[in-house]
């Protein structure tokens, strides 16, 4: 039975224009190959419940996260923002993510507030890797990633 | 004229808040609440002439606070900045007495039709 979840295609235009208009940074999230397993990532999560059961992460590497947030508070280069911006900024993505894909899939579903942990984030067993995006941006890897539930 | 910014982000009230400057709404004194519940509190207490709202918020959703809102008599313009852009979630703000929905992400022209839409010029 296949699972419905949204296409790479989806998936990297909706991250384009999300960068596009909150980061507003030039350069470009390019394709790469997946992190390393040594790379520290933030990683940033909101589920949807309802007709359609899924979940959407973001993960970023620590100069991501720091340029990431820079960008959508319009700081300069030499402006470090504290851990609570950098928190703030990278749930506002996940949480931009998964309302687009939440209305992407069927409803009627309900999506979660985001949560932000600084480090891997424990994926529940029941969730399935659909679609994932592995970018890079200024140097820093970039993941993004919907997980749909299995069917029982 | 008066904006209330209610979003539970600080980092998405200020993307809100440069939007509208650069769709040329700077000149707008603005109010900010981080959630539903006081969003309806700055209503009561600060009259704003429209209410930008996420819908998904701690304490008080957005669409609570409207509802609220309506149902206490207020008919303060409010339009929603969210995430989600479904129809469903469009018909629900309409029928709740929305305005008007912008999907994030966006972009200052889509603030600008949202507000010329409920009578706010650029300022």
Redesign the interface.
């Known amino acids: 039975m296949s699972i419905l979840a949204p296409t790479p295609v989806d998936l990297e235009a909706l991250v384009t224009?999300?960068w596009?208009?909150?980061v507003g940074a030039p350069e470009l999230l390019l394709p790469a190959a997946p992190p390393a397993e040594d790379v520290p990532l933030w990683s940033a999560t909101v589920t949807v419940t309802g007709e359609w059961r899924g979940m959407v992460t973001v993960d970023l590497a620590e100069p991501a996260v720091l340029a990431v947030?820079r960008g959508?508070?319009?700081f300069g280069d030499d402006e470090d923002p504290d851990a609570a911006?950098c928190a703030?900024?990278v749930?506002?993505l996940v949480?931009?993510?998964?309302?687009?894909v939440?209305?992407l899939m069927p409803?009627?579903s309900t999506?979660s507030?985001p949560v932000v942990s600084h480090g891997p984030v424990e994926l529940p067993s029941e969730m399935t890797e659909a679609t994932a995006l592995h970018l890079t941006w200024q140097g820093a890897p970039v993941r993004v990633r919907v997980l749909t539930a299995t069917p029982a | 004229m008066k904006i209330l910014v209610a979003d539970d982000s600080r980092v998405m009230r200020q993307i809100v808040i440069r939007t509208l400057r650069q769709a040329g709404h700077g000149g707008h004194e603005v109010v900010e609440a981080e959630n539903g519940r006081q969003a309806v509190e700055l209503v009561q207490t600060e009259a704003p002439d429209l209410v930008l709202s996420d819908w998904n918020m701690p304490e008080m959703s957005g669409i609570d606070a409207l509802l609220t809102l309506r149902g206490a008599g207020n008919a303060v313009p409010f339009g929603f900045v969210t995430s989600e852009g479904s129809d469903e979630m469009r018909a629900r703000a309409e029928q709740a007495g929305a305005a008007f929905l912008i999907a994030k992400p966006f972009t200052p022209e889509a603030f600008d039709e949202a507000l010329s839409s409920v009578g706010l010029v650029a300022s």
């Open positions: 224009d999300m596009a208009s909150f947030t959508m508070l319009g911006s703030d900024a749930g506002e949480n931009v993510v998964g309302g687009n939440k209305s409803g009627p999506l507030l």
